[in-house]
Structure formats: C-alpha cells, structure tokens
T-cell receptor, first 115, second 110 residues
Framework: EAGVTQFPSHSVIEKGQTVTLRCDPISGHDNLYWYRRVMGKEIKFLLHFVKESKQDESGMPNNRFLAERTGGTYSTLKVQPAELEDSGVYFC?????????????FGSGTRLTVV | QKEVEQNSGPLSVPEGAIASLNCTYSDRGSQSFFWYRQYSGKSPELIMFIYSNGDKEDGRFTAQLNKASQYVSLLIRDSQPSDSATYLCAVTRGFQKLVFGTGTRLLVSP
C-alpha cells in the first residue's frame, strides 16, 4: 500500500510569492488532515477534510491560506502571498477512521522556507 | 499554558535501560491519547494510543494514563540506540483534531 505522498519535499520562496503544496492520501482514506510545525513549536492542526468537504478549518492561520481537495482525492494547500512566519514543515495525514489520531498515516512533510 | 506539555529534553539513557517520557495536558475533555515517534527529517509514526486509565503494553512500550492527574506517560524498556528520536505526545480535542506537545528528544547511548 502506498503511503501518504507530499510534494514538493522542500520549497524556498521569496516573501510575497505564492506556493502550492500537494498531498496525495492513501487510496480510500476519506479523512485528510493538514498540520504545520513552525520551528521550535509544536505541530498544529490546520484543517480536516472528509472527502471533498472541509469539516474543520479552525486552524487555518488567515485568509492567505487556501486548501482544496479535488474530488475527494488529493489536496492542495496554497499560500498567497507568503510571509516569513509561514516558514515551517507542513504535514498531511490521512485515515479511514473518522476519529482523529486513530489510523493516522502522516506524509513526510513539505519544508517551506520563506525568505 | 500550553495545552500539551512535554519536557523538550534531551533525555539520555544508556542502552538497555528504561526510558520514561512524560506528558501533561490541560483539557479534561480529551478522550484519546497518542504517542508518536519522529526521527529527524521524517514523518511522525504512531507508536501507541490509550484511552482508558491504567497501563497499556505493546512489546517494549507501555503507555500509562491517569485522567485525574491529566498525565500520560510512555515507558520504553530495554532501550536501543534505534529508539533515539523525538517522541510526541498528542491528545484529541473534540472530534476533529489532535493537539501535540513539542516533543521530548530521547538519546540512547550504546
């Protein structure tokens, strides 16, 4: 079974530019989560999709962040325009179980650096 | 006060010893508790979860939960150098999300 795939693995962009991160969940996993870890801080929840619907986007920092999940398959997280404080590692996780944590499989993350 | 607190470490133990990792949480409504292991530059991987007071054992790992004290711990018996990693404690908040601690770095010396 293929795992959760994220790309790019690394991205360095200038402040003000746009970046799009992509996550391909495990096939058949309806639940897809985005989390972020800023340097020195804890991993923080951003949002949760069930299929193509956003169940909870309370963790999204501001309206510069836009997440989509086309057809309930892969998801993208766009940051526009990027700011320095957006730097960090963005993790995606997917699961079949609707309860958070159970059966989570994390992707290897995208390390975003805004300069 | 952070919702999930962990000592950042590093916690250094010799090979073969028991490593004890601790975590406290503030939300009494949290129902489930998780320990993840994360090697440097890699994704978090689930080691154990627990939702009832008491102990839960899986191989060399034992998770302990005390909801009255809002405390969860992870014991690693017969620690190996390959156990050296950052251990993340996470608790559920509501039905949608996990709240993580900052992690404890464990170093097991040969």
């Amino acid at each position: 079974e293929a795992g959760v795939t994220q790309f790019p693995s690394h991205s360095v962009i200038e402040k003000g530019q746009t970046v799009t991160l992509r996550c391909d969940p495990i096939s058949g996993h309806d639940n897809l989560y985005w989390y972020r870890r800023v340097m020195g801080k804890e991993i923080k929840f951003l949002l949760h999709f069930v299929k193509e619907s956003k169940q909870d986007e309370s963790g999204m920092p501001n309206n510069r962040f836009l997440a989509e999940r086309t057809g309930g398959t892969y998801s993208t997280l766009k940051v526009q325009p990027a700011e320095l404080e957006d730097s960090g590692v963005y993790f995606c996780a997917s699961s079949q179980d609707p309860l958070p944590g159970y059966g989570y499989t994390f992707g290897s993350g995208t390390r975003l650096t805004v300069v | 006060q952070k919702e999930v607190e962990q000592n950042s470490g590093p916690l250094s133990v010799p090979e073969g010893a028991i490593a004890s990792l601790n975590c406290t949480y503030s939300d009494r409504g949290s129902q489930s508790f998780f320990w993840y292991r994360q090697y440097s530059g890699k994704s978090p991987e689930l080691i154990m979860f627990i939702y009832s007071n008491g102990d839960k054992e899986d191989g060399r790992f034992t998770a302990q939960l005390n909801k009255a004290s809002q405390y969860v711990s992870l014991l690693i018996r017969d620690s190996q150098p390959s156990d050296s990693a950052t251990y993340l404690c996470a608790v559920t908040r509501g039905f949608q999300k996990l709240v993580f601690g900052t992690g404890t770095r464990l170093l097991v010396s040969p």
